[in-house]
């Protein structure tokens, strides 16, 4: 076989074997896609007392992110939007019904520093939620809304927290979700939430800072956006409160999805059928090289 044609041969193994490895495709088909009829707030409290280590002796944070994920697993097509709150209101996501840019969101949620700030109330993020539940009403009010409001119900500053009533007519469901436990626990210095700094100290007190759930005010926030209220203790049941949401399906059929012709196949029995050429050739090279060598040994002996 000339040179040209093994160059060749081997180029194209070459060239073969990057094309499998991009897995190259063509065209797009119409993919239904599941759609939900809810759009769901997710209001979570990020202060200090939400690492307290009184959740399966962890941080409640912890309890509070496993929870949030398992809803939204239990919750597909929803539109969900993440709203946090400490000494300030941050809207951390708009709706999205990307399930996997919400459960991001969620993993990364990272709480105040031991100091930032000075103190805060439950209500603080009553007039961001006012404006996101008006805005969504507005924009696709054929969508029912589901507040879920996570937090410990502490109040850590001076003055009287405002009713959540007014949002009552905006809520079509929902839940708060409630951390913490009456005896409390401490909280951890670090910003990793690891004990090895040591805990939040009270000066007043002269000893470790205790944070305790405020369950009386967590039902009250409850009974004023007509939902339920839940305490949380451990990992699971998260699909049966979302059951509750009472959400209903519909297939988009019209939806445009990436959805390729998949040719990675082709490409890989060309460099299936171009290795085999190439083995072959060697095993003949081999073959030849050891009969002409075979004479000149029964010559030497």
């Given at each position: 076989m000339?040179?040209?044609?093994?160059?060749?041969?081997?180029?194209?193994?070459?060239v073969?074997?990057v094309?499998?490895l991009?897995?190259?495709g063509?065209?797009?088909?119409?993919a239904?896609?599941?759609?939900?009829?809810?759009e769901?707030?997710v209001?979570?409290?990020?202060?200090?007392?939400?690492a307290?280590?009184?959740?399966?002796?962890?941080?409640?944070?912890?309890?509070?992110?496993?929870?949030?994920?398992?809803?939204?697993?239990a919750?597909?097509?929803?539109r969900?939007?993440l709203?946090?709150?400490?000494?300030?209101v941050?809207?951390?996501l708009?709706?999205?019904?990307?399930?996997t840019?919400?459960?991001?969101?969620?993993?990364?949620?990272?709480?105040?520093?031991?100091f930032?700030?000075?103190g805060?109330?439950a209500?603080?993020?009553?007039?961001?939620?006012?404006e996101?539940l008006?805005?969504?009403?507005e924009?696709h009010?054929?969508?029912?809304?589901?507040?879920v409001y996570v937090?410990?119900g502490?109040?850590?500053?001076?003055g009287?927290?405002?009713?959540?009533?007014?949002?009552?007519?905006?809520v079509?469901?929902?839940?708060v979700?409630g951390?913490?436990?009456?005896?409390?626990?401490?909280?951890?210095?670090?910003?990793?939430?690891s004990?090895?700094?040591?805990?939040?100290?009270?000066?007043?007190?002269g000893?470790?800072?205790i944070?305790r759930?405020d369950?009386?005010n967590?039902?009250a926030i409850?009974a004023?956006?007509?939902?339920?209220?839940a305490?949380r203790?451990?990992p699971?049941g998260?699909?049966?409160l979302?059951d509750?949401?009472?959400?209903?399906?519909?297939?988009?059929?019209g939806?445009?999805?990436?959805?390729?012709?998949?040719l990675?196949?082709?490409?890989?029995?060309?460099l299936l059928?171009l290795?085999l050429l190439e083995l072959?050739?060697?095993?003949?090279a081999?073959?030849?090289?050891?009969?002409?060598?075979?004479?000149a040994r029964k010559?030497?002996?």
């Amino acid at each position: 076989m000339s040179t040209a044609l093994v160059l060749a041969r081997r180029i194209g193994i070459v060239v073969a074997l990057v094309l499998v490895l991009l897995q190259p495709g063509f065209g797009t088909r119409a993919a239904p896609t599941q759609l939900s009829d809810i759009e769901v707030l997710v209001v979570v409290d990020r202060t200090r007392s939400m690492a307290a280590l009184d959740y399966q002796h962890g941080p409640r944070v912890d309890g509070a992110q496993q929870d949030l994920a398992e809803l939204a697993d239990a919750l597909p097509g929803a539109r969900f939007a993440l709203l946090t709150y400490g000494s300030d209101v941050e809207l951390e996501l708009p709706f999205t019904s990307d399930s996997t840019t919400f459960g991001t969101a969620i993993e990364t949620l990272r709480l105040e520093g031991p100091f930032d700030g000075s103190g805060s109330l439950a209500d603080r993020p009553l007039e961001a939620m006012r404006e996101i539940l008006e805005r969504a009403e507005e924009q696709h009010p054929d969508r029912r809304r589901m507040v879920v409001y996570v937090s410990d119900g502490e109040n850590t500053a001076d003055g009287e927290q405002a009713s959540f009533s007014e949002l009552e007519d905006l809520v079509d469901g929902g839940v708060v979700l409630g951390y913490g436990t009456e005896e409390g626990a401490k909280m951890p210095e670090a910003d990793n939430l690891s004990t090895e700094d040591g805990y939040l100290y009270d000066q007043d007190k002269g000893e470790d800072a205790i944070s305790r759930i405020d369950e009386g005010n967590l039902e009250a926030i409850a009974a004023e956006l007509g939902i339920d209220y839940a305490h949380r203790t451990e990992p699971g049941g998260m699909r049966a409160l979302a059951d509750d949401f009472e959400a209903s399906y519909a297939l988009d059929e019209g939806a445009d999805a990436p959805a390729e012709h998949d040719l990675t196949w082709l490409f890989g029995l060309i460099l299936l059928g171009l290795v085999l050429l190439e083995l072959r050739s060697w095993w003949r090279a081999l073959w030849t090289s050891h009969t002409a060598l075979a004479p000149a040994r029964k010559e030497a002996t």
